[in-house]
């Protein structure tokens, strides 16, 4: 249908969206989901400085651990890391930590700072105007997170590997790959948790800068999360990323999945991801409600 | 036949927080809308006029479920906002916030291909249509340049664009001519116009009077969050009943004055004559049923007309009427 009629159809009356084609099906809402991303792509595209930036910053955060480790530790680092860890090569595990946590913090930054971005933009109630579910957004959202930060990961971890003279192809790469990828989508449910916090309290930066340093220490970027105290234990495995990690390191340096075999350790991921996405949605939703029972959602 | 847009007592209160100092604060009610109650009919261009402040696009946001009303009800081409809000969504095109509701980052074309998707067209029909409104808006040149170098009557322009990607029956468009200059209003205007004709509802907001009273078949006049008039603009500078004056000069004959005399519309002639050509003030209670009449009379005995100039009652006559103050005033609350 052409988008202005001609003359002779015209004071016909025009029909919207629902009449002509019905309800959006799957496939359009995948569109959706695949548009979104690949806006936010090219969006980030034009900033290219930055993106080289993003690559170094795991590698930089790695070094200190490392060189504070190769300057205290002495000849017997290595051994006493191993007694603690079960990887003599904290390099890597640092390494590891470092951009894995990167993953993590861009879920943050992208997903959970996503509806603030918005709303700073001026462009949130441009989205609000279309008859599309916010799940769906959020879903493109965290697909451009996804392949933001796997991306730019997967750089740093191999640039620092050659930095840092380690060999990034030991261990299974697949199943590390496979614990990331499952990690993200209970992590993605907990940053929409974490975004209707934002959308909340209207107070981004302080949030998520806050939320960096939790969650860097729960996660255990740079230590077993065996060093903590019992109730900090149980609340860090009760966090995603932290199985996320671990789950990484185990597949790479082979330091001991929690449950002793992969399979269970990802599973704990499976049953993470039913919950936290539907969770993160509900919370997300009731938010949003009530902000639109008050002064709108593009009010900031 | 049913209205295309109805909308039944509709109310809309904030609580906004009032500091009281760095630590207190005290929320407050405000009354953004009170009780709106009107109809608009299929293919009308209604417009909503009223000044800063007054609830206009407060009303705008409860129709396009950005915002869920206090109490009462409304319904777009059929659909009640609160219960199928995708449906409402997806049957209204709306041009609101102007260019804050675009990616500056983004290109013209990638952000009217971008809100396609948002509205569920399928790639080919998003790249179609995106054209399509990139040549009706003259923008082919501009078009894969980035939003952030255009000027702001640009960037309007493409937010205007941005409303009709998904070819709705209703257009709400909130201010649209702000920021353009008078060339690019017009254009603006002429498409609205044009569209219009092509059988879509439009809701129009403004403050700029002459706008509403080229563009509009009914309006409503906003303030303090209620319609205070509502009707075609004819009737509404008709309800003041205000004394119409026309000046006409020329070379007026005694007998052509007369004959104005007689003309039963006419209440009073005042005449000024110099330099051999005659000013005629004629009053009457409707001038515009009125002019025809008295040209016809005028010329039928011998008049030469040089000027004519009948004084407008304008819509902003009704506002003043009504409220004891002008439009460009602020009346805001929040």
């Known amino acids: 249908m052409s988008l202005w009629p001609e003359p002779a159809a015209r004071c016909q009356k025009t029909q919207g969206w629902f009449e002509l084609r019905g309800k959006p099906s799957l496939r359009s809402k995948l569109s959706i989901v695949v548009a979104t991303a690949k806006m936010r792509l090219s969006l980030v595209s034009r900033y290219k400085g930055q993106l080289f930036i993003e690559m170094l910053i795991p590698i930089v955060f790695a070094s200190i651990p490392i060189m504070l480790g190769r300057a205290t530790g002495g000849d017997a680092a290595a051994a006493n890391f191993e007694s603690n860890t079960g990887t003599s090569d904290y390099v890597a595990y640092m390494l590891i930590g470092s951009v894995t946590f990167m993953i993590v913090s861009y879920a943050f930054w992208l997903v959970g700072y996503w509806i603030r971005f918005e709303q700073e933009t001026g462009t949130l109630e441009a989205i609000y105007l279309t008859p599309t579910s916010r799940f769906w957004n959020a879903a493109g959202i965290s697909l451009y997170s996804a392949i933001r930060s796997i991306l730019f990961g997967t750089l740093s971890y191999f640039v620092g590997a050659l930095i840092f003279g380690i060999n990034p192809f030991r261990g299974a790469l697949l199943l590390a790959g496979m614990f990331i990828l499952v990690g993200l989508v209970p992590l993605f449910g907990m940053t929409l948790l974490f975004g209707a916090l934002i959308m909340k309290v209207r107070e981004a930066n302080s949030l998520v800068n806050m939320m960096q340093w939790g969650v860097s220490l729960l996660m255990g970027v740079f230590f077993p999360i065996l060093v903590f105290p019992p109730l900090m234990r149980t609340l860090a495995l009760a966090f995603p990323p932290t199985w996320m990690v671990n789950g990484v390191r185990s597949s790479l340096l082979g330091v001991g999945y929690f449950f002793n075999e992969w399979y269970l350790d990802l599973a704990v991921l499976w049953a993470f991801m039913l919950i936290a996405p539907l969770l993160g949605y509900a919370v997300f939703r009731r938010v949003e409600r009530g902000i639109k029972r008050n002064e709108g959602v593009g009010q900031y | ?334």
């Not at chain 2, 906002?81 to 041009?95: F, K, L, S, Y």
């Not at chain 2, 052509?256 to 004629?282: C, F, I, Q, W």
Request: hydrophobic share 40%; net charge negative; with cysteine.
């Open chain 2, 1 to 334: 036949m049913e209205p295309e847009i109805r909308v039944e007592e509709l109310s809309k209160s904030y609580y906004p927080k009032q500091r009281k100092g760095i630590f207190k604060s005290e929320t407050t009610e405000v009354e953004a809308l009170k009780s709106v109650s009107l109809e608009i009919k299929e293919g009308e261009v209604f417009g909503l006029l009223g000044p800063n402040g007054a609830g206009k696009t407060t009303l705008i946001k409860c129709l396009t479920t950005l915002l869920l009303p206090s109490s009462g009800d409304a319904w777009i081409h059929g659909y009640h906002i609160e219960d199928q809000e995708n449906e409402v969504r997806a049957a209204v095109g709306c041009m609101l916030m102007g260019e804050r509701g675009l990616y500056w980052k983004l290109t013209a074309r990638e952000n009217l291909e971008f809100f396609g998707a948002l509205y569920h067209l399928s790639p080919s029909d998003r790249k179609q249509r995106s054209e399509e409104i990139i040549e009706l808006l003259h923008m082919e040149e501009i078009a894969d340049r980035t939003v952030e170098t255009y000027s702001s009557g640009q960037k309007m322009m493409l937010a205007f664009g941005k409303s009709l990607i998904n070819d709705a029956p209703v257009l709400i468009l909130d201010e649209p001519t702000n920021t353009l200059d008078v060339p690019a209003a017009r254009e603006l205007r002429g498409l609205v116009r044009e569209l219009n004709e092509a059988g879509k509802t439009i809701v129009y907001t403004t403050h700029i009077m002459s706008e509403a009273e080229t563009l509009c078949d009914r309006v409503a006049i906003v303030d303090h969050g209620e319609v205070i008039e509502m009707g075609a603009v004819p009737e509404l500078k008709q309800s003041l009943g205000r004394d119409h004056v026309t000046h006409i000069e020329g070379v007026i004959p005694e007998q052509a004055r007369a004959a104005v005399d007689r003309l039963p519309e006419v209440t009073k002639v005042a005449t000024a004559a110099s330099n051999g050509t005659t000013r005629l003030s004629v009053v009457s209670s409707d001038g515009r049923v009125l002019l025809p009449k008295l040209i016809e009379a005028l010329t039928d005995n011998g008049a030469l007309l040089q000027q004519i100039e009948p004084e407008q009652v304008t819509l902003e006559d009704v506002f003043v009427a009504r409220t004891g103050r002008t439009l460009s005033e602020d009346t805001r609350v929040v």
